[in-house]
């Protein structure tokens, strides 16, 4: 399985971003998959999660109702779509799996794309 995320850059306060994955060598559907980061010093964090089969969608309290993660199958694409950006979201964004058949959350992923990274202006 292999993942590329795309589409950081920098951002104002307040403003919107909408992060990429491409997923080559596994059905969106097998697995889930989700979206995590870094900020420079910090541990890395999960911040969203797509589970395999239905859908189901999981966020962490700091980007709920701000942030949506979605799926197009057809194209093997992963989205996260984040809006009301604080600079506390400037991080570095990966998107990644553990690629196991049935998969529900993304405590594990054994599979990580090349970050992109987001910056928030204050």
């Known amino acids: 399985v292999q993942l590329q995320a795309s589409g950081g850059g920098l951002v104002q306060a307040g403003g919107s971003l909408t992060l990429s994955c491409a997923v080559t060598?596994?059905?969106?559907?097998?697995?889930?998959i989700g979206w995590f980061r870094q900020a420079p010093g910090k541990e890395r964090e999960g911040v969203a999660c797509?589970?395999?089969?239905?859908?189901?969608?999981y966020y962490a309290e700091s980007v709920k109702g701000r942030f949506t993660i979605s799926r197009d199958s057809a194209k093997n694409m992963i989205y996260l779509q984040m809006s009301s950006l604080r600079p506390e979201d400037t991080a570095v964004y990966s998107c990644?799996?553990?690629?196991?058949?049935?998969?529900?959350?993304?405590?594990?992923?054994?599979?990580w794309g090349q970050g992109t990274l987001v910056t928030v202006s204050s």
């Open positions: 990644a799996t553990d690629g196991k058949l049935g998969s529900v959350f993304c405590d594990e992923p054994d599979y």
């Open positions: 797509i589970s395999s089969g239905a859908g189901n969608t």
């Open positions: 060598g596994s059905s969106l559907h097998r697995s889930a």
